[in-house]
């Protein structure tokens, strides 16, 4: 039997809300820490218990910024904040000092989107594609998107702290810091001097910084 397209549209759509309704058996699962938690998330915390503060986080304070990249993450993601737990967004403010950066890393559960509330930065990412590098200034009020697993950095070229709050696709979008991958861990260290065809003695100098041993 051959169907015209309106008759597909429309079962499409017939579909898509029956999936949505499936998927909606619940308001909300508020994360519960002490409950054990797998691939699909945290577990819930039993709804009579649930309270208005579960889906409260506040990120008024700055972070401490004391470290060697004169910059700091402060996620409010589902392991901490727990009203955000399968809704598949969250948040995060970012403080970065004066030529301080928040280097090189990933998010592999999610997109990201920032705003610029404070200060100057200079953005980008990389494509996975081609190796393709995108970079942008931006200032108070601007926002960027960095796509969802590829390589990202922010920098403060500006002469205040710059402020960023920044968004994702997930409760839990996770985070991988490129240099904390190679040198704050007990990879071996000619192993990284071969991968990253650095000398041994600087590998084992960053190994040192980072706190990797090994």
């Not at 999936?19 to 308001?27: H, I, L, R």
């Not at 601007?142 to 920098?155: A, E, K, M």
Request: aromatic content about 10%.
């Amino acid at each position: 039997m051959k169907m015209s397209m309106r008759t597909f549209l429309f079962l499409s759509l017939l579909t898509a809300v029956a999936f949505t309704t499936e998927a909606s058996v619940v308001d909300f699962c508020v994360a519960d820490p002490s409950l054990p938690n797998g691939p699909a998330g945290f577990s819930c915390k039993n709804p009579s218990q649930v309270v208005a503060k579960d889906f409260f986080y506040s990120l008024a304070a700055k972070g401490n910024t004391d470290n060697v990249f004169r910059s700091m993450v402060t996620p409010a993601f589902a392991p901490v904040f727990a009203g955000v737990n399968g809704l598949g967004i969250s948040f995060a403010r970012v403080d970065i000092e004066v030529r301080g950066v928040v280097p090189f890393h990933t998010h592999p559960g999610a997109s990201e989107i920032i705003l610029v509330t404070q200060g100057i930065i200079k953005v980008g990412f990389v494509a996975s594609s081609d190796n393709r590098v995108y970079i942008q200034t931006l200032r108070n009020g601007d926002i960027f998107v960095f796509p969802q697993g590829l390589l990202h950095f922010q920098i403060n070229i500006g002469k205040i702290p710059a402020v960023v709050y920044a968004s994702f696709g997930s409760d839990n979008p996770r985070i991988q810091i490129v240099d904390s991958a190679w040198f704050q861990n007990d990879l071996p260290t000619p192993i990284v001097a071969n991968t990253t065809l650095l000398a041994i003695r600087e590998v084992k100098r960053l190994k040192k910084l980072f706190g990797g041993t090994n």
